[in-house]
Antibody, heavy 123, light 107 residues
């Protein structure tokens, strides 16, 4: 069974940093692109970032570009999202999600998703 | 960015009903449209990909159609476990964008 388990969320002050992790199991991690998607409390879904299977390509939403870095360690089957200069509006549950294939291309989809980790940015 | 507009934002229905949710893209996305179901406190779950392909394990009462800019998700014979929020998502261009969601509630 394919499983994703996020960790690293918590309470951080505006301007602070946080690194989220997503541990994968049940599939060949390096063969799939991975994504981060967030959901602000009571709101809809927002795609945040993606990385190809071999980390050759990385992609970001404008809302986090320049403040966040996506990476992966295929030897540890783990995906990361380093978030810096955090803002109140970054408060959300952050989900990692497996992509359709190894490259991040049109026609992809997100399946499965992890259970999410909550990031709260507040003073 | 491609804007995805879902309607209605919420609806009330009874067990056994057929419901239809509409998703409109601000420009053509061909058939690059996915549908997800989310229950309270849970992660989204993929239902339909490429506009009309049913994800493995998803009941056949769920179906999707459309291409270009207009898409629909239909649920026939609504079951108690189908009361949830549904999101469409385009996978044509970056950034990937989602519709605002449609909450299906019990009448």
């Amino acid at each position: 069974e394919e499983q994703l388990l996020e960790s690293g969320g918590g309470l951080v002050q505006p301007g602070g940093s946080l690194r989220l992790s997503c541990a994968a199991s049940g599939f060949t991690f390096s063969s799939y692109a991975m994504n981060w998607v967030r959901q602000s409390p009571g709101k809809g879904l927002e795609w945040v970032s993606a990385i190809s299977g071999r980390a050759a390509g990385t992609y970001y939403a404008d809302s986090v570009k320049g403040r966040s870095t996506i990476s992966r360690d295929n030897s540890k089957n783990t995906l990361y999202l380093q978030m810096n200069s955090l803002r109140v509006e970054d408060t959300a549950v952050y989900y990692c999600a497996k992509d359709r294939g190894s490259s991040w291309t049109p026609g992809n989809w997100f399946d499965p998703w992890g259970q999410g980790t909550l990031v709260t940015v507040s003073s | 960015d491609i804007q995805m507009t879902q309607s209605p934002s919420s609806l009330s229905a009874s067990v056994g009903d057929r419901v239809t949710i509409t998703c409109r893209a601000s420009q053509s996305i061909y058939s690059y449209l996915n549908w997800y179901q989310q229950k309270p406190g849970k992660a989204p779950k993929l239902l339909i990909y490429d506009a009309s392909s049913l994800q493995s394990g998803v009941p056949s009462r769920f179906s999707g159609s459309g291409s270009g800019t207009d898409f629909t998700l239909s649920i026939s014979n609504l079951q108690p476990e189908d009361f949830a929020t549904y999101y469409c998502q385009q996978s044509d261009t970056a950034p990937r964008t989602f519709g605002g969601g449609t909450k299906v509630e019990i009448k």
